[in-house]
């Protein structure tokens, strides 16, 4: 696979090896290690997934893998997204690998994140699973969405579910909704959730405004709680979020789509003062 194709430098690092290893029998990792000034054991670990490549051996790694040019400028973009601990150095890093790439190398990821950046993408794959659609009327798809979308829009969104996967044209030549979702076990796709996130929240907000009240159910709640009682907490409202799928399962006729969003988050810790009040 192309270094453009990867969005984990570390990975790459160990399938390149393996790959020059087979043409050079002496590039192992005390050689790579020796070439870094580490030790065999930690090029171990970076390969594996367990650490990651210091700043000061972007240099050394590009020079040791023939990287020159925009595979260099991309590798250590690679890394720097790698090790990125904020959406926001993470969306930047990202943003720069997808320049030095561009459309040519356009990778899975790519299309995950454009899914993930937007709520409409998940809308729409919900509201093709209750409304049938044969790919005519953009339009009116679109306008069925709250807020409506243009019909570029809505034709745009359909094209990214049918690159995920997510949905596909029947025999009958309507559109329906396959059963696969998106894997977020990886950390940059973890952080793709976070964005989605934030994107309903956001929603959740702006519905107070535009949806009649006698269409949703906004409240709130503030209470003492103990930080010990976290687990039991998620245990609850998983169970809840559960009982919501099968209360959805048993509408006889669906003619809407919702968003649920729980949030459960603190807004004190109580802490002990030295010296002073309890």
């Known amino acids: 696979m192309h270094l453009f194709e990867h969005t984990d430098y570390r990975a790459w690092l160990k399938e390149r090896a393996e790959e020059l290893k087979a043409e050079k ?17 930690l090029v171990a670990r970076i390969f594996n997934g367990q650490a990651h490549a210091s700043l000061k051996h972007l240099a050394p790694l590009g020079k040791l893998y023939g990287l020159a040019g925009v595979e260099l400028e991309y590798f250590e973009e690679l890394v720097r997204f790698g090790r990125a601990k904020t959406q926001g150095e993470w969306d930047r890093h990202f943003a720069r690998m997808q320049a030095i790439r561009g459309e040519r190398f356009r990778t899975v990821a790519d299309d995950q994140i454009e899914y993930y950046a937007s709520w409409q993408h998940n809308a729409m794959r919900t509201l093709l699973s209750i409304f049938a659609f044969k790919g005519h009327n953009y339009k009116r798809l679109g306008s069925q969405l709250v807020p409506p979308l243009s019909a570029e829009q809505t034709k745009e969104s359909l094209e990214l579910l049918e690159a995920l996967g997510l949905v596909e044209i029947g025999s009958d030549g309507f559109y329906r909704v396959v059963d696969k979702f998106i894997s977020t076990g990886d950390k940059w796709k973890a952080s793709m959730i976070a964005r989605f996130q934030k994107e309903m929240v956001r929603l959740s907000g702006e519905a107070i405004e535009s949806v009649p009240k006698e269409l949703r159910d906004v409240s709130s709640l503030t209470l003492p709680f103990s930080r010990s009682m976290m687990d039991t907490a998620r245990e609850r409202l998983k169970a809840f979020r559960q009982e919501m799928l099968a209360l959805s399962r048993e509408c006889d006729q669906e003619d809407c789509v919702y968003q649920l ?4 988050f603190p807004l004190a810790f109580v802490r002990s003062i030295p010296g002073g009040d309890a």
């Open 25 to 41: 029998p002496y590039f192992s990792y005390r050689f790579i290690g020796a070439k870094l000034g580490v030790n065999a054991g």
């Open 261 to 264: 969003n729980l949030q459960f």
